[in-house]
């Protein structure tokens, strides 16, 4: 049942931007080789995949225990703000690294199986 003040299409937007996000970091483990990891921009796309599963952790809750309307203006924002984050950690590598990157990144993410949206969130 769809709750008040929630869009229709919130639910959908944070699964794909968590399996957007899986698939940067697991393109990253694999495709870094010698390189370091970019921690700064890392640091916010964590902070950003947190907040989404944090969401859709929050859209399981019962009517009336959370402030809906902060949390669809903050997961809103997140939403908004999440490809230029992702972005940030493409252009943090090396140029040859972000190509191999963002080929593993397609690859796994045609991969992704959609109930991995819900990795780390608990009562999934």
Known sequence: MPRVGVPADLRARLEQARLDT???LRALDH????????TTPLAAL???DADC???L???????????VARMVRDTL??????????QHVHEALPPPTRDQVTR?????????????????????
């Open 22 to 24: 899986l698939a940067l």
């Open 77 to 86: 924002a997140t939403l908004a703000r999440l490809p230029r984050t992702r």
């Open 53 to 55: 599963a944090e969401a």
């Open 104 to 124: 593993l990144e397609r690859d796994i993410r045609a991969t992704l199986d959609p109930r991995e949206a819900y990795n780390d969130i608990p009562g999934t």
């Open 31 to 38: 495709g870094l080789g010698t390189h370091p990891a970019p």
């Open 46 to 48: 964590a902070e950003a």
């Open 57 to 67: 952790w929050a859209l399981d809750q019962p009517p009336g225990t959370l402030d």
